[in-house]
């Protein structure tokens, strides 16, 4: 099997394109499962027994089946029921609800690491539960969730691939396809790794760099 530099001039523009979509895809899902994880932490923590482990039997179920069988129920299983979302959409939207569970649990970590001396504080100021919440307990407890936060994007990224099986032309769907089409496997699939290495080992770095910025400092006291 030879490489052809032809196949790969022929083939990098519709790369380009389903790499704009592949980007897309994460970020967007990744905005919905920050939001959705924050939500599913804060019924997590519920003073009500019932709110709280529903929540967690749900996001247990969520986590614990593949991405691949909720992608399909969204897009393939929902139009029973007269549900019908276009393949970008239904992609997104699987995407968020399933790493929403993980980002829970970060953000469940994060808010219960803050001192208890905190939250006292705010109920000695009056404050309500949103006031406790936005102004005291949030901003000492995001900064370091965004290293773990910012893993899971990356792994968002490359996870993508399997919205190919609901019909999104992302990045591994292109080279699918092209591929189908002409008989030539070797150069697709190598642009495939190529494009995937460019985004994923400087977000990797970044994220380490993140993760050494709010790691804890050690003040030498014991």
């Avoid at 592949?22 to 519920?46: D, R």
């Avoid at 709280?52 to 069988?69: G, H, Q």
């Avoid at 949030?138 to 370091?144: D, N």
Wanted: hydrophobic share 50%; glycine share 4%; proline share 6%.
């Amino acid at each position: 099997m030879d490489w052809s530099w032809a196949v790969v001039y022929e083939l990098l523009p519709k790369m380009w394109e389903g790499l704009i979509v592949t980007v897309q895809a994460t970020f967007v899902g990744a905005l919905l499962a920050y939001v959705l994880g924050l939500l599913l932490a804060l019924l997590k923590m519920s003073k009500s027994w019932i709110v709280a482990k529903t929540s967690y039997w749900i996001s247990e179920f969520v986590r614990r089946t593949p991405l691949l069988v909720q992608l399909y129920f969204l897009f393939y299983v929902l139009p029973d029921f007269g549900i019908f979302l276009s393949p970008f959409v239904a992609g997104v939207i699987g995407l968020g609800i399933h790493f929403s569970t993980y980002t829970s649990e970060v953000y469940r970590a994060g808010i219960e690491n803050v001192p208890a001396g905190q939250w006292e504080a705010s109920r000695a100021l009056n404050y309500n539960a949103y006031q406790t919440m936005s102004y005291v307990i949030l901003p000492q407890a995001i900064p370091p969730m965004i290293p773990p936060l910012a893993n899971y994007l990356i792994t968002m990224f490359k996870e993508t691939p399997l919205l190919s099986a609901i019909t999104v032309v992302e990045l591994f769907n292109v080279a699918t396809i092209f591929s189908n089409s002409n008989y030539k496997y070797l150069e697709p699939m190598t642009l495939v790794g190529v494009f995937f290495l460019i985004v994923s080992v400087p977000a990797a770095y970044a994220a380490m760099k993140l993760e050494q910025h709010f790691k804890p400092k050690d003040t030498g006291f014991s």
